[in-house]
């Protein structure tokens, strides 16, 4: 059996972001799937109307304030951060493949498409 040919799902190795999770219940699915990417949808609209947003740094460094478009893309980047964790942890839970896969792939693109933008208005 090669790497290439083996079933994941039959093996038990996928511990990636590629399949959803093995298991959970009602509590990771509420608090994961649910209460995450509400904190995450606020944040977002909450940057996207103030149009300031926090960056944060590495370490004690701190961080920067966005503000205006940037802070906007920022916006973008905590709702496909919210709509990922959403794909995951409730839909893969269900589990729903044909919505964890539909998701996760817009949430990714979003998360990628809103940091690409950020950095490019902020330090462009």
């Not at 995450?40 to 701190?62: D, E, F, K, M, T």
């Not at 794909?87 to 817009?106: Q, V």
Request: glycine share 14%; proline share 4%.
């Amino acid at each position: 059996m090669g790497w290439w040919s083996r079933d994941l799902r039959e093996s038990g190795d996928y511990d990636d972001f590629a399949y959803p999770p093995s298991s959970g219940g009602w509590v990771k699915m509420s608090l994961l799937g649910f209460a995450l990417p509400a904190w995450l949808i606020y944040l977002g609209v909450n940057a996207w109307l103030s149009q300031r947003a926090y960056l944060p740094g590495r370490g004690n460094s701190g961080g920067i304030w966005l503000n205006g478009d940037a802070a906007r893309a920022m916006a973008v980047v905590h709702a496909g951060i919210a709509m990922f964790a959403h794909a995951r942890w409730f839909w893969g839970l269900l589990p729903n493949d044909s919505w964890f896969e539909k998701l996760t792939i817009i949430g990714g693109l979003l998360i990628i498409g809103g940091i690409v933008a950020m950095f490019c208005l902020e330090f462009a």
